[in-house]
Every structure is written in C-alpha cells, then in structure tokens.
C-alpha cells in the first residue's frame, strides 16, 4: 500500500506576490513559450472541440426562485480548463465570479481562484489567488503581439481604455518594445483616467504619458494602439475606429470590445489571432450573427465568415507567428489587428511557473486535502 496521504499548496494573494506573479517580463517570456506550444498543437482546452475560452454560467433577467441570481453588468460565473505541454505539462483550471457590485464593497469587478492538479490523478496540487494571475497574463498577451509584430524602435504608444487590463498591457508593451518613448491615454472618466496616469508615471519616470480628449487622438501617430474599454453589449457601445486615424505600420491590439469598417477589415488590414481555432470554437458555442453580443475582434470576423464575407484561412495565428510556422510583420507599412479573447492555456502556463517559484522559494501555506480517503 502506498502512502495514501494527498496535501497542496496554498498561496495567498501576498504569497503570489512574493512568487513573482507581477514580473512582467518574466510573464512575457513565459507567454512566448505558451503560444510556441500552442502553435504546435500540445495542448488540450475544454469543450467537444478542446478549443472553448471555457464554460459559461449566466443568470435570467427574471425568475420565480427567490434565492435565484438575476443578470446584472458582468455577473456571471465561468470555469476555465486546459492542458499545456511543452515544459509547463500542466494542468489546471480557473474559476471566478464577476459581479460590477462588488465594486461598492471595495473588492474587484471579478474574483478569481486557480487550481493546479496533478495531470495523471487529478490531485490537487496548489489552490492559488487568481486575481493578480490573471491580469498579468492578460496584460502580457499584447507586449507578446508587440514583440513579434509591431514595428522595430515603436516609439508611440495609444491606449483607450484607463482600467486594469491596459494598466498590465502598458507594462508589456514596456517590456516587448523598450524603444516606447510616449504614452497617449483616453478615458471616458477624468479621475480614473488620471490615477492610470499617476499610476503609470511613477512606475515608468521615463516616459511621456499625455492625456488625450478622444480616441480619435489616442490613435493617431501611434505604432501601437491598445483598446481595452467595458462596455454593454451592442456594436453602437462599442469602440469604433476610423481607419483614416490609423497610422501605415500601426499594430493594433484588440483585447475588448470594438467596432470597425468591414471594408477594412476585409481588403486593408492584416487579420491575426491569439487563437484561430478558440474563434472557431466561439462560432460553434454562439452562432451568428454574435458580435452583439460578445463584441471582441475574433466573433466580428465570425460574422463576416458566416455572411459568406471573409474566409478564416485570411486570419493569422499568433502562435504559429511565435512557432516559426508563420512570418510576422512582412513590411513597415502592414496594418495589423490583433484579436485577443483570452485562453485558458494562457492561466496555466503562468500558474504552473509562479507555482514552481513557490516551491523553490519556501512559500505558501501546505493544507492536507485527507491523511487517507474515507471512500476508495
């Protein structure tokens, strides 16, 4: 009989801290190598299709059961599976909840918990705080799309959109292109707007961060524009760009909602995509037309491939770009768009590296799951 005793670790959010989960540059790095595995093939995410972004739980606007959540500005709940090869070979899967109200209790809009299992049993092996995780990979997924295709020595970055999500990609862009000089910034609220500045002026002294009055100016002369605004569903609350703004060269990352010219889109601009296979998977779960109601780049090309407009074979992959199996930038003058829509992959390769910080460094918390199971 073999030891029967199954124990994980837990990390707290300052355990996660003290493990590296802010360090940008090591999550770029670990990003590059997730999207070379992805773009190889050696991974597994959840759905018939192994492709789904994860399982999505709502709530009905109405219901006869007192207790029943009702829908309500981002409030859902969603578990994110996947399978990562290469040298992560992990497992795991994300789980949160996300609720706008939670703003009034000074916790953040989402809050998140990942669990990393041993890929042969399924045991645990850490239950980790997922928040802090989950931004920074988010936010290092456009510092992965500016190293491998934006142009060399960009020096002009746009940003719209003053939350969390640019605030980590700002981060990124750091990393990935050193060569940035200015940082042109629209919100739609002037006191977050400004905390984004102050926040992003402390942490990077060296750059010219400007506020700008539209999004129109955030675009303009920029080599790297990024659009991570919230809004409610509907393509007329969506971002809209003009393609006229958009300067010859520019990449633009697209981690939100957006809205633009299909003519552009279609004959103009170079379509890449973290994942062409998770967008499929999209297409399948959502149908079309869709992009009313997930209003991110990835479902607006479903649309136009469902209408007979665009063929999915035009859209590049991000991690066939990072594998070698795909050219990147190709000239100075490419406008690129960038479609990011977040993966589950992305969690777990980043999970399993703070994790494995955790265990060489002493850190976290060892909680016994049982000494031996009551029921075999």
């Known amino acids: ?52 972004h994860g399982v999505f739980l709502d709530f009905p ?3 006869e059961f007192p207790n029943m959540p009702l829908a309500g500005p981002d409030r859902r709940f969603m578990a994110m599976p996947a ?15 996300s609720n706008v109200a939670n703003r009034e209790r000074g916790w953040p809009r ?20 997922a928040n802090l995780l ?38 990124a862009f750091v990393v990935a292109r050193p060569s940035l000089e200015v940082v042109k910034v629209f919100g739609r609220s002037a006191g977050s707007t400004q905390a984004f500045v102050d926040r992003a002026a402390e942490r990077f002294p060296d750059l010219k961060i400007d506020i700008v009055d539209s999004a129109e100016a955030a675009v303009r002369e920029s080599d790297i524009v990024s659009v991570a605004t919230s809004t409610a569903a509907g393509a007329e609350n969506y971002t ?17 909602t957006i809205n633009l010219d299909p003519d552009f889109v279609l ?21 079309a037309p869709a992009h009313d109601i997930v209003g991110i780049l990835g479902v ?30 190709v000239s100075d003058e490419e406008i690129i768009l960038l479609a990011i829509g977040g993966m589950p992959v992305e969690d777990v390769a980043w999970a399993s590296v703070v994790y494995r910080n955790a265990l060489e460094r002493g850190i976290g918390t060892t909680l016994i799951l049982w000494d031996k199971p009551v029921l075999t």
């Open 134 to 171: 989950s931004a920074y990979r988010t936010g290092a997924i456009p510092g992965v799309g500016a190293r491998l295709l934006a142009v060399e020595n960009a020096r002009v970055l746009g940003m719209i959109g003053p939350g969390v999500m640019n605030s980590t990609s700002l981060e």
């Open 240 to 256: 809209f760009i003009e393609e006229q703004w958009i300067k010859p060269g520019a990449l633009i990352c697209l981690p939100a």
């Open 110 to 129: 989402s809050i998140h918990m990942y669990t990393l299992s041993d890929k042969d049993s399924g045991a645990p092996l850490a239950v980790m705080s």
């Open 300 to 329: 607006f090309w479903n649309d136009l491939i469902a209408a007979g407009r665009m063929d999915r074979s035009s859209i590049g992959d991000l991690g066939s770009i990072a594998a070698g199996r795909e050219a990147g930038r």
């Open 83 to 97: 399978y990562l090869g290469g040298s992560f070979d992990a497992i795991g899967a994300k789980w949160y909840g």
């Open 1 to 52: 009989m073999t030891d029967q005793r199954i124990d994980f670790l837990y990390l707290n959010e300052q355990d996660m801290v003290a493990a590296g989960v802010t360090d940008m540059a090591s999550c770029v790095d670990t990003m590059v190598e997730m999207f070379s595995a992805l773009g190889v093939g050696d991974y597994i995410m959840g759905g018939a299709n192994r492709n789904s």
């Open 61 to 63: 606007e109405t219901s």
């Open 267 to 287: 004959k103009r601009a170079r379509n890449v995509a973290d994942s062409s296979r998770m967008y499929e998977s999209y297409a399948e779960e959502l149908g």
